[in-house]
């Protein structure tokens, strides 16, 4: 089994940044894929970032088309924490944000095993 606890969600303003953190335990050898997900109100949860990689920057990454070029996914695998920067916020990407863990990282949420409780990050316009 494996753990996920997320943290760093908040309210800010549109235009700012936030972190999210996500702290694994457990069976961590197992999961070799990181991935983000929200889920805003009245909306399926979708995703919005993933990677394989293990250390300081990710082997590779995808990111959903909304936040290529604002968000981005890293490891520390040392601590066993993922983390999400986010810059340049805007009021859509308000929504709960949920981290992940699974045999590998990529856009597909069945493809993961291990889910946290999630974070609200609110942006306000």
């Known amino acids: 089994q494996v753990k996920l606890v997320e943290s760093g969600g908040g309210l800010v303003q549109a235009g700012g940044s936030l972190r999210l953190s996500c702290a694994a335990s457990?069976?961590?050898?197992?999961?070799?894929?990181m991935g983000w997900f929200r889920q805003a109100p009245g909306k399926e949860r979708e995703f919005v970032a993933a990677?394989?990689?293990?250390?300081?920057?990710?082997?590779?990454?995808y990111y959903a088309g909304s936040v290529k070029g604002r968000f981005t996914i890293s490891t520390d695998s040392a601590k066993n924490l993922c983390y999400l920067q986010m810059n340049v916020l805007k009021p859509e990407d308000t929504a709960v944000y949920y981290c992940?863990?699974?045999?590998?990282?990529?856009?597909?949420?069945?493809?993961?095993?291990?889910w946290g409780q999630g974070t609200q990050v609110t942006v306000s316009s």
């Open positions: 992940a863990a699974g045999p590998r990282g990529n856009y597909d949420r069945d493809d993961y095993d291990y």
């Open positions: 457990g069976r961590t050898s197992t999961t070799k894929g």
């Open positions: 990677t394989s990689g293990k250390g300081g920057s990710a082997y590779y990454a």
